[in-house]
């Protein structure tokens, strides 16, 4: 917002007036400058609120600060990351699957959301809708008697 030292030019593209590095409002326009200034900051502040957050284990407070984020900044791949992080931690790896593809979008070369999206994939697959079963590791093969007879596996 600064061109000169000691002055604030005002961010309002019809405006552009030079004011004092001190002014409260544009000479020019009256556009709140201070205000301006402060909600410009508004998105980092967010941020750092969500980085606190998760870092003191409220994942759901730190998810709504980067949502926020998300929401005032949609190109930030950084907060969308973070959140598809917390998605993630909070067990919902649709949101956190559909926040790193955003940032792919973007960013196609993005290592954390490559990482993120490959974390998903390499999970335990879903129920198969015909049989609702999910298959997390091999059955026990049939046992076999002493009298040669296939007895089924113990089940629990």
Same mark, same amino acid.
């Given at each position: ?12 593209? +019809?405006?552009?007036? !030079? ?7 544009? +000479?020019?326009?009256? %556009? ?5 200034? +402060? ?7 967010? #941020? ?7 870092? $003191? ?6 998810? /709504?600060? #980067? ?8 190109? /930030?791949?950084?907060? +969308? ?9 909070? /067990? ?5 699957? @559909?926040?790193?593809?955003? !940032? ?5 070369? &993005? ?7 490959? @974390?998903? &994939? $390499? ?12 298959? %997390?590791? $091999?059955?026990?093969?049939?046992? %076999? $008697? ?11």
């Amino acid at each position: 917002m600064t061109h000169e030292p000691g002055r604030l030019v005002c961010p309002l593209p +019809r405006c552009r007036a !030079v004011n004092s590095a001190t002014a409260e409002t544009c +000479r020019a326009c009256a %556009t709140p400058l201070r205000a301006w200034a +402060r909600l410009r900051a508004h998105p980092a502040n967010l #941020f750092n609120a969500g980085l606190q957050a998760a870092r $003191s284990g409220r994942t759901a407070t730190a998810r /709504d600060h #980067f949502a926020a984020v998300v929401h005032w900044c949609p190109g /930030d791949a950084e907060a +969308r990351s973070a959140l598809a992080l917390t998605c993630l931690l909070l /067990d919902d790896p649709e949101e956190a699957r @559909h926040h790193w593809g955003q !940032v792919l979008t973007r960013r196609p070369n &993005d290592a954390t959301a490559v990482k993120g999206l490959a @974390h998903l &994939d $390499s999970r335990t697959p879903e129920p198969t809708p015909a049989t609702g079963v999910t298959v %997390t590791e $091999s059955p026990e093969p049939p046992q %076999t $008697s002493e009298s040669g007879q296939t007895e089924p596996a113990a089940t629990e």
